[in-house]
């Protein structure tokens, strides 16, 4: 099984900064793809930004330009730098891996989530 550890959540004022960080360990065969969800009171989760393999990025429209994703592909690992943060920012952030646990089977793993409380 593949499991994730995020940390790096916690409390910032708005226009801070917070950096998540993710390592994915376990029964890895290779790693697809690594990312960050968020999910919001009442919201449903949503993505905010990928990353493959090969370092192609996909972000959500809210956060371009404030947040960037990077990883870290021989540590198994992803982060999430997050710049100009607003209280529109605070959610629960889970760490998400596309991952084959063998040569052939594949699935999304999840971490736990971790809890970015942004103030005004």
């Known amino acids: 099984q593949v499991q994730l550890v995020e940390s790096g959540g916690g409390l910032v004022q708005q226009g801070g900064s917070l950096s998540l960080s993710c390592a994915a360990s376990g029964s890895i065969f290779r790693i697809i793809a690594m990312g960050w969800y968020r999910q919001a009171p009442g919201k449903e989760r949503e993505l905010v930004a990928t990353t493959n393999a090969g370092g192609s990025t996909v972000y959500a429209d809210a956060v371009k330009g404030r947040f960037t994703i990077s990883r870290d592909n021989a540590m198994n690992m992803v982060y999430l730098q997050m710049n100009s943060l607003s209280p529109d920012d605070t959610a629960v952030y889970y760490c998400?891996?596309?991952?084959?646990?063998?040569?052939?089977?594949?699935?999304?793993?999840w971490g736990q989530g971790t809890q970015v409380t942004v103030s005004s």
């Open positions: 998400n891996a596309r991952a084959y646990s063998d040569y052939v089977n594949h699935g999304d793993y």
